[in-house]
């Protein structure tokens, strides 16, 4: 008799465990929930960002300058930002796109760019332009 009530001493001894108190529980659930909600996230896209630029290219007058950007992915969700600048009239899109100047027999100024793909796009500076000495493309995506 002595050998079990001696056990039963030990069991009565022995560490049990304890649950934690509220206020530890519901702040380990709250931190949980907030890692949730961070590797969530980290499964989306982040937002603008700059995925190339081109620097300030000089371009003489009808001239073509085919740029290999190599940004990939979904033209979609290209911004492009095209911006040309001369010695005398600073950064300025006169003639963005090409203008005619007083009519098509005295001439196109201005600058474009076209055939835009994921990998490279061309600029051209029309034959007669005075304003646009340097291109300047960028490439957002999002």
Request: charged residues 20%.
């Amino acid at each position: 008799m002595f050998v079990p009530m001696l056990f039963a001493a030990a069991l009565a001894l022995t560490p049990q465990p304890q649950s934690a108190p509220a206020s530890v529980e519901s702040r380990l659930a709250a931190l949980e929930a907030r890692v949730a909600e961070l590797e969530a996230r980290a499964t989306q896209k982040a937002g603008p960002v700059l995925a190339y630029d081109s620097g300030w290219v000089s371009v003489k007058k009808g001239e073509e300058i085919q740029l290999t950007h190599g940004v990939g992915g979904d033209q979609d969700h290209y911004i492009v930002l095209f911006d040309t600048r001369s010695q005398t009239h600073g950064q300025n899109h006169i003639g963005y796109g090409g203008r005619a100047l007083d009519g098509i027999t005295a001439g196109y100024t201005g600058a474009y760019y076209y055939g835009l793909d994921t990998e490279t796009v061309t600029l051209r500076r029309a034959t007669d332009d005075t304003f646009c000495h340097e291109l300047r493309l960028r490439i957002v995506t999002y």
